[in-house]
């Protein structure tokens, strides 16, 4: 009984944190569903929100309306959206911003429009190497630590 529950819980756990290796995120502002046993979404943190401070909500509300043009409709899904998945809203409007001017990446996006573009390629290009490096480096620490602890000590089976 408990190898079926160790079981159970080990697929629970493992079909619900996959997304968060996930190059893509996923949830309501992506348009693919985050889990199929997600019961808070945009309509519940709109409801949420509406209730905490009413004259903000309102205010954010119009800005919205005004600012880019939407329905009512609109401005409270998109608000909804926010509040419920903030960062995956923020990518898919930088997503939506460079299919729009046409950039190729966000590499591209960054270097178009900065002020010094050699100087961010060269900074992203550094950054890029020097996390390579760092991920690699853990990576062997890690499997080096592990070689090392099984050669220090060895599985003896039961009964030998």
């Given at each position: 009984m408990n190898l079926l529950r160790s079981f159970l819980l080990a697929v629970a756990v493992a079909a619900t944190s996959v997304g968060a290796f996930s190059v893509l995120p996923n949830g309501p502002a992506t348009g693919r569903?985050?889990?199929?046993?997600?019961?808070?979404?945009?309509?519940?943190?709109?409801?949420?929100e509406r209730t905490k401070n009413p004259a903000k909500f309102e205010q954010t509300i119009q800005g919205l309306m005004s600012s880019k043009g939407l329905t009512r409709g609109q401005a409270e899904k998109r608000y909804g959206e926010f509040l419920v998945d903030p960062d995956g809203f923020a990518l898919k409007a930088a997503e939506e911003e460079?299919?729009?001017?046409?950039?190729?990446?966000?590499?591209?996006?960054?270097?178009?429009?900065?002020?010094?573009?050699?100087?961010?390629?060269?900074?992203?290009?550094?950054?890029?190497?020097?996390?390579?490096?760092?991920?690699?480096?853990?990576?062997v620490i890690a499997g080096g630590a592990a070689v090392w602890y099984n050669y220090a000590n060895p599985y003896i089976p039961p009964g030998h």
């Open positions: 569903p985050a889990t199929s046993l997600s019961v808070f979404g945009p309509k519940q943190a709109l409801a949420i460079r299919r729009e001017k046409g950039y190729k990446d966000w590499i591209d996006q960054a270097v178009s429009k900065s002020d010094d573009p050699e100087a961010t390629l060269k900074r992203i290009k550094e950054f890029q190497r020097f996390n390579s490096i760092k991920g690699t480096a853990i990576m």
